[in-house]
Nanobody, 127 residues
């Protein structure tokens, strides 16, 4: 059974850091592009970042550029989102998602492209 499980969320003060992990089971992650999304109460789901199958191409939302870094370790079947300089407006539930693709060097950040989703992990930035 294909499954994605996020971890690493929590409460952090403004300016702090968190690293989210997305562990895949039931499939080989290297055949999939992976994205991170977030959704705050009353708001639409927003694409945060994505990484290609090879890891050689990444995309970031303007709101997180320079602060967040996505990476993947295909040997561990895990994708990470390092979040630095966190702001109150980063507070949200963060989801990882995957889609199968034959293209190794590209990813798209539109939620519609993604077929598999995790359950999410809460990130709260507050003093």
């Amino acid at each position: 059974q294909l499954q994605l499980v996020e971890s690493g969320g929590g409460l952090v003060q403004p300016g702090g850091s968190l690293r989210l992990s997305c562990a895949a089971s039931g499939f080989t992650l290297s055949y999939y592009a992976i994205g991170w999304f977030r959704q705050a109460p009353g708001k639409e789901r927003e694409g945060v970042s994505c990484i290609s199958r090879s890891g050689g191409s990444t995309t970031y939302a303007d709101s997180v550029k320079g602060r967040f870094t996505i990476s993947r370790d295909n040997a561990k079947n895990t994708v990470y989102l390092q979040m630095n300089s966190l702001k109150a407006e980063d507070t949200s539930i963060y989801y990882c998602a995957a889609y199968s693709t034959s293209v190794q060097g590209q990813c798209v950040i539109s939620p519609r492209r993604y077929a598999y989703w995790g359950q999410g992990t809460q990130v709260t930035v507050s003093s």
